[in-house]
């Protein structure tokens, strides 16, 4: 069992270099060793478990996978297998990821229900409405998702669940409909920076992608994707973490690479609650230099306050003179 010693007490001072996305990376991955035809390089790949246990995944298939200096090099062409059996899937919930690419590439799929989630289990209902409104047949047989299509076909769907929009449903049901005939429309597609930056790698394969970032997503089907090079986007909540352990400890950290859309909702709040959050061109600095205050916190999809960050500002609020209400609607 791992264990952190944390010996607190002091100001965080200095300045970080923020890691990529892995909830950016889990796609891409999947993306370049399922739908592509050729090598892909995948560069600020964060050296997380969470990656490397996909990368397990993604070997089993078939495809070869290295990792090193966090750079993932993927080669599809030997990609074999269309089964994500439990011992690998079981793992991590993002497996889902491969249910969609695995149908468009060989009209089949059979993925184990996914698990790994620290916050519990969840439901896979609108990945799979979204394979079945591409035409894909889909029964639940023996603890697997059985999916088969002669040919997936584009048609207009609304992804939006009781709690609003999925990422991992708007993401799978997009690289699926990048090899599906005809024109594929997503509504209540979820508008996360992971979305857009999968969009943007899968354009760059030759996928025809419209309106990622926004509630409506276009996916016009091609023929065939090609391998790429590719730098994902930085970690939002990496950098929300320590632009919070900043404000708790009244310090001041400087975090490289921050983007400034990416966290608008996470600087708002710690500026209400009277954190400084300075911008510039490298990133963000936070400080503080006043007593902080109490404030209400309700996590909501992107634009929103996001719910990772919801256990990450709780201990902030907690040292808070005055009543903080942390309200979750994401998952509960």
């Known amino acids: 069992m791992d264990i952190f010693v944390i010996r607190g007490g002091n100001r965080l001072k200095g300045e970080v270099k923020l890691s990529g996305s892995k909830n950016a990376t889990l796609p891409i991955e999947v993306a370049a060793a399922i739908l592509a035809d050729s090598p892909s390089i995948i560069r600020n790949a964060p050296d997380l478990r969470d990656v490397r246990f996909m990368g397990n995944l993604l070997e089993h ?52 229900f996914p698990g790994g989630c620290a916050f519990g289990p969840r439901p896979v209902d609108l990945h799979i409405k979204g394979m079945e409104a591409l035409g894909a047949r889909v029964r639940i047989e023996h603890g697997y998702i059985v999916a088969e299509a002669e040919k997936l076909k584009g048609r207009e769907m609304d992804l939006l669940g009781p709690h609003g929009s999925s990422v991992g449903a708007t993401g799978n049901v997009m690289m699926a409909a990048t090899l599906a005939e005809g024109v594929t429309v997503i509504r209540g597609a979820a508008r996360e920076p992971e979305i857009v930056d999968l969009a943007r790698f899968l354009n760059a394969m030759g996928a025809r ?24 986007i930085p970690d939002r909540i990496e950098a929300g973490t320590f632009m919070v352990a900043a404000a708790i400890t009244g310090g001041e950290v400087r975090i490289k690479g921050a983007v400034p859309h990416h966290m608008e909702a996470v600087s708002e709040k710690l500026s209400e609650i009277g954190a400084l959050v300075e911008w ?20 909501s999809p992107f634009p929103g306050f996001p719910t990772d960050m919801q256990p990450i500002i709780t201990p902030l609020l907690a040292v808070i003179p005055g009543i903080s209400v942390v309200t979750e609607t994401v998952y509960y």
């Open 209 to 232: 992608i419209e309106g990622a970032g926004t509630p409506v997503i276009t996916i016009h089907g091609v023929r065939e994707l090609h391998g790429v090079e590719h730098t994902v």
């Open 280 to 299: 510039d061109e490298r990133g963000v600095r936070v400080s503080r230099d006043e007593v902080l205050k109490a404030v209400d916190v309700r996590t």
């Open 61 to 112: 298939l078939g495809v070869r996978v290295e990792y090193e200096s966090s750079t993932l090099r993927i080669d599809p062409r030997t990609l074999s297998g269309y089964e994500a059996p439990y011992e690998f899937v079981s793992q991590m919930r993002a497996s889902i990821y491969v249910l969609g690419p695995l149908l468009a590439r060989f009209g089949r799929a059979k993925v184990s």
